[in-house]
């Protein structure tokens, strides 16, 4: 008897599995300033009168500031104005449980211009700082964010700005509980939906009749969500560490090799040698590569001659800079990181004036226009109190850099670090919620954790899960790769690639999703058909009866909701 292989239904049906016990989470956030707030986030969460609708129900003041409950166009809010400290606020107390994670949402206004706003909880007298935002006058601006603590306590709830000439208005306050089991759960649902399909396969005889029992065997080649590991030039010539690599990962990012400082280490003599021979061997294997990076806005990681050149002559030699790389590598990468942690640093912009980085964007857009052009910035989902790169910086340079118009809009790409110490799960998945609002594709390029050996691979593995688990997050490299003269933070392997803790990690995350050689196995039911959810990647699919001793193979990609479904194939053996 011959069989027949049916591969039905091959598109990435929503399998989501939320138990109603839990909360769900709301991974939406409002960018735009609006002329009145929305509702709170969970109405209000455990917050008391989140809405104001109350009057000074639930909150006080802190600090010495004068506190007004009041009402516009239908709308009540409070205002802190008289504020003489930056932490002079209207407050509430409440109630913080170890052990919970807590997203924290409220929408701002000031009373002039525009001034940063912090969330903060004090807590035994330290601050936990929780978000921020750029409030605006004459407009409402939603500030996301969140936190966990180390105790359980009692803590104030404030709403702290350096411009103490500024009057805080506030409304809409949200603060959410949610426990590891719902946290959990939400990253079942969003893999369910975002990163794996439904396939369906029936087996069938050459009379079209189906065929029960039948083997079905799925093998996964190749995971399709983007996960990688940084390398440097050690790996060139090492058959040991290119092997542990190529069976793990499908990205990589250069270490140093295209940097700026490696390329042209003598003014004028340019030597690509070193990243020509890694990018052939990424090639070779299938592995794709971000372009690390065209400049990086740092003075101190300039290349040793620049610092001795004239204005006139620097700029020359950047335009050089962007278009010796950019044209070298044209169309050959996941995408480029264009100007290096220019939130933190302004090497460029010291030089040329405010518009340096945004020029150096449309250079490389011009030269590489089908390429992604990522800012890249540390800090941004790690540390909620660094000011200079928080969720709301990060807009306002995306803001300038989206009105580069060449030949249509730039593709631009939401690089995220994610060098983290102790990492602060709540506010990293909030802070992304708000970036994800842009509709931007958005990466962690560079993930690593500084913490001590007893928790470090647990904190990566929180990290590395949360990151997956976001529906706007399409793709990850850890900053991991092996250097015998030490890794910059965190190292996956030991000088014999055999796994360090963090190297086990990530092969327990593989597996899970899919990667390493992943199987499924089952029969096929008395109509003959077998269903499975799979992730996202390239499969092999074996069919076997063993009454008839016919066998079938064939070759698939299950593919995101964001490309066109595989179609249904039919054939004999």
Known sequence: ??????????????????????????????????????????????????????????????????????????????????????????????YLEKGLLYTFSAWLQVSQGNAPVRAVFKKNGE?????????????????????????????????????????????????QPFTQEEWNSHHEQIINMKRKGAVRIRAVNSAGEPVPNAT????????????????????????????????RFT?????????????????????????????????????????????????????????????????????????????????????????????????????????????????????????????????????????????????????ELQSIHMAGNIPLGIGLQCHFSTPNIPYMRSAIDTLAATGLPIWLTEVDVAAPPNVQANYFEQILREGHAHPQVKGMVTWAGYNPKGCYRMCLTDGNFRNLPTGDVVDKLLREWGGLSGQTTGLTDADGFFEASLFHGDYNLDISHPLTNSTASHSFKLASEDSNPSPSIVFRV
């Not at 006058?137 to 000439?165: H, N, Q, R």
């Open 216 to 247: 079905i065997s799925i093998l996964q080649n190749r995971l399709g969500f983007p996960f990688g590991c940084a390398v440097e030039n050690n790996i060139l010539g090492n058959q040991a560490y290119q092997d542990w690599f190529t069976k």
């Open 251 to 399: 990205v990589t990012t250069f270490g140093n090799e295209m940097k700026w400082y490696s390329t042209e280490v003598v003014r004028g003599k340019e030597d690509y040698s070193t990243a020509d021979a890694m990018v052939k061997l990424f090639q070779q294997h299938g592995i794709a590569i971000r372009g690390h990076n065209i400049i990086w806005d740092n003075p101190i990681y300039q290349p040793s001659w620049v610092n001795a050149l004239s204005v006139s002559d620097l700029y020359n030699a950047v335009k050089r800079r962007v278009f010796s790389v950019v044209t070298r590598y044209k169309g050959q990468l996941a995408g480029w990181d264009v100007v290096n942690e220019n939130l933190h640093f302004s090497f460029l912009e010291s030089k040329f004036g405010p518009k340096a980085s945004y020029n150096v964007f449309a250079q490389a857009h011009a030269l590489d226009p089908k390429t992604t052009m990522f800012m890249n910035e540390y800090n941004t989902l790690e540390q909620p109190g660094d000011p200079v790169a928080t969720p709301a910086r990060y807009l306002q340079k995306l803001r």
């Open 127 to 175: 601050y936990k700082h929780a978000g921020s935002v750029i409030a605006e006058s004459k407009c409402w601006s939603m500030l996301k964010g969140g936190l966990t603590v180390d105790e359980s306590g009692p803590a104030d709830l404030l709403f702290e700005s350096e411009d103490i000439s500024a009057e805080i208005w506030v409304d809409s306050v949200s603060l």
């Open 1 to 94: 008897m011959k069989l027949l292989l049916l591969l039905l239904a091959f598109c990435c049906l929503s399998l989501s599995i939320c138990e109603e016990k839990y909360v769900p989470y709301d991974y939406s956030a409002t960018i735009e300033c609006l002329g009145n707030p929305n509702k709170p986030q969970y109405n209000g969460g455990i917050i008391v009168n989140p809405e104001l609708q109350n009057g000074s129900q639930g909150w006080s003041q802190l600090g010495n500031v004068k506190v007004d409950f009041t009402e516009s166009g239908g709308n009540k809010f409070v205002i802190a104005r008289g504020r003489n400290q930056s932490y002079d606020s209207v407050s509430q107390m409440v």
